[in-house]
């Protein structure tokens, strides 16, 4: 039998999340104790209002297609949203799109805008589907290295470099993961003068938009003078609102992409879920208290993680969105995939390496706070005494 795995398929990894989970739940069937700061959604339930109002739409029988697009009403609540939120006027009826959550709309961006040979600019770290996505529609992606010391934004001659005439498309992702950081206003600006003068279509990524600490304000890049012509938004009621078995999430985009894309979710897709829709409906209309307390709580969390690997000596860039914590391992010398089997073999503490998340990723380890505090305060407390023991030169 000849081997039916294409050669793009095999470039594409299985997820290291998903591995270091795996790891982690057969060391609990083993009856060993784990901490997980390894998954990347929140840890709370559903907002009550938003599970009775799909348990309605149920009732009443919203059971079928909805449109392409997705239901007129929640479009409206989306561009209403847009407008109040992101500074971003998106028409209801042609500029915004629908969909299985934020990661079928970058599936749709990338499949339905790039063809095989065009390159995608990517930053690294970054969130890993990203590539596997372009390699999948047989595009190339090419890596530039975001700077840690200037928190994780690009080195911008860098990234201007790697431009060529086969560049089509630049995935910006900020508020990122894995880092929790986030691009300010004057390297926002700089980004979009390099997307004007190369004419480049923006994949901006928001999942995190307002998963924001200290005040932070978001910026979205299609509100940037003479972006939104050129920009794919993308968010989603994952983060937001705790609804990552939901699957909804959301396009905007002018007509003319909406057009292109709209082909491709509709091959793939058809419509989102529709009863999810009239859940996602009421997370954007509904009471936005529920939100409001898990931000104060995963606040709590970051600054208890923050504060607590900062005083062990370990270098960390202050997190500013999202719940992940991206500390620096180096000190170690072991590499972050060694790192993180390590602390999980011997401690008990589930991480990402690093180095999942690209090149530039290495030496660090993915720390992720959707985890109750009591659960931080033990893993941290897990994070001490191995760091402790390896500097007294005790390796297990
Ligand atoms: C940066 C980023 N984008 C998109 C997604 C996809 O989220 P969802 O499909 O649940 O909206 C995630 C999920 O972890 C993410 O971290």
Redesign the pocket.
Same mark, same amino acid.
């Given at each position: 039998m000849r081997d039916y795995e294409p050669g793009k398929m095999k470039k594409v990894p299985f997820t290291g999340i998903r591995r270091v989970l795996e790891k982690a739940t057969k060391l609990e069937a083993e009856g060993k104790s784990v901490i997980h700061f390894e998954m %990347? $959604?929140p840890d709370f339930d559903t907002p009550e209002n938003i599970k009775e109002a799909a348990k309605r739409a149920l009732d009443q029988g919203v059971t079928s297609y909805s449109s392409n697009y997705g239901y007129p009403k929640l479009r409206q609540a989306i561009a209403d949203k847009l407008e109040k939120m992101n500074k971003i006027k998106a028409d209801p009826a042609t500029e915004i799109m629908v969909?299985? %959550?934020?990661?079928?709309?970058?599936a749709v961006a990338i499949f339905g805008m790039l063809e095989a040979g065009d390159q995608v600019i990517l930053a690294d770290p970054? /969130?890993i589907?990203y590539a596997s996505l372009v390699k999948i529609a047989e595009a190339i992606p090419v890596t530039v290295p975001l700077v840690e010391e200037k928190n994780y934004t690009f080195d911008m001659e860098k990234l201007e470099a790697a431009v060529t005439d086969k560049t089509k498309m630049l995935i910006l992702?900020t508020?990122?993961?894995?880092t929790g950081t986030m691009m300010d206003g004057e390297s926002l600006s700089r980004l979009a003068e390099i997307c004007k003068k190369h004419d480049l279509l923006v994949l901006a990524?928001e999942? /995190?938009e307002q998963v924001l600490y200290d005040g932070n304000q978001h910026v979205s890049f299609a509100s940037l003078p003479d972006m939104w012509e050129r920009t794919i938004t +993308? $968010?989603?009621?994952?983060?937001t609102y705790s609804?990552?078995g939901w699957? +909804? %999430?959301y396009i905007a985009a002018p007509a003319y992409l909406i057009r292109t894309m709209v082909r491709a979710h509709q091959t793939m897709l058809m419509s989102a879920c529709s009863f999810g829709q009239m859940g996602a409906l009421e997370a954007l209309t509904g009471p936005q208290d529920s939100l409001h307390e898990m931000l104060a709580e995963f606040d709590r969390r970051r600054l208890l993680m923050y504060n607590g690997l900062t005083e062990l000596g370990i270098p960390c860039n202050r997190p500013q969105a999202?719940f992940y914590l991206f500390p620096d391992i180096s000190e170690f010398g072991m590499g972050s995939f060694e790192f993180a089997e390590y602390l999980l073999d011997n401690y008990g503490v589930a991480a990402v390496p690093g180095v999942e998340f690209g090149q530039a990723g290495e030496n660090h380890l993915r720390i992720s706070y959707a985890n109750s505090y009591e659960k931080c305060q033990e893993g941290l407390a897990r994070i001490r005494r191995c760091v402790e023991d390896l500097r007294a030169g005790i390796r297990k």
């Open positions: %990347g $959604q969909t299985a %959550g934020g990661e079928e709309a970058v970054g /969130y589907p992702s508020p990122g993961n894995p990524d999942a /995190y +993308i $968010q989603s009621f994952s983060k609804m990552c699957r +909804i %999430g999202a």
